[in-house]
């Protein structure tokens, strides 16, 4: 009994020290500041992130900003202190960060960043950027827009002489509403068919379901029967928007076109009700580029300074077809 107990122990013992000398063995301490929990995509990118460190065998310091860039320069300087081997971060917004990534550079640390962009006055603060096209969604999102407004002669409800289209922007200063609003605009002013819209209405929702529905319901309380389109920087915010659409009495997807960009499950279950008609792709699935990368950075092999992950375009007809393959 006795014998047993002790080898029991014995075992108990061999395990934890083969499990510790396990943990430590993985090569690099990667320290990793996330913006916070916003929408579906950026849980899925979350998820996606802590599971790939795991396949690469990295060690991975997981931080949680909670919106805040100040919380992301704290991270940051802790990793730092840590003396962590590369710091990964998603910019929560484009600027403020020369500082905290000179303190980087000093360390020796390098910086690789994920998913939005950011402006800094020296471009070696970091080494480079994998992830999301912003611009180019945008730009697809209006292309979009003029195709199917072209193939399916859509007018103007209540015979007004213009297609008004209201927009729910992302979070402000962050890459990802700058760069959807650019790219929009930008294809919105090269279109042959330009006289035919008008953008009667911008507003932030923050990327947040809560706000999309919030800030949908002021634009119909001042223009219910005005709006025509509504493009919704990603999808949560039009998930929300849907509701506010539905409690004025309007019927989302018919009444009020939307598109928005992601494509998370929630938006194909809406597309599927016949509530919205198209998503453009955002990959959240970033993580196996992020440490592949990461990972011929610190071996010094040189990796190109931005990097897309490949995105499509789903309309509300395939819906039912692609959902069981999503995998966010
Ligand atoms: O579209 C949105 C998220 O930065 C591309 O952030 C990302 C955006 C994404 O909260 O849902």
Redesign the pocket.
Known sequence: MKFKKILLSLGIGLGLTFATTMASAAEYKIGFSQ?GA?????TA?TKDIKEAAKRHDVNLIFSDAQQKQENQIKAIRTFIAQKVDLIGF?PIVETGWDNILREAKRAKIPVLVM??DLKVSDPSLFVAKI??D?YTEGKKAFEWIDSFVNKTQLKPRNGRDKINIVVLE??VG???ATGRGNGFNDAFNASANKDKFKILASQTGD?TRQKGQEVMESFLKSNRNDIDILFA????MALGAIQAIEAAGLKPGKDIIIIS??G?KGIFQAMIEGKSNVTIE?N?LQGDLFFETAKKILKGESVPKSVFVEEGIFEADVAKEVLPTRKY
Do not use: K, L, Y
């Not at 916003?38 to 950026?42: D, G, I, N, P, T």
């Open positions: 913006i916003e929408s579906e995509w950026r990118n998603v998913d939005r992830g999301t912003s992302g979070t962050s890459s990802a990327f920087h990603n999808d949560d960009c992601d998370v955002c959240p």
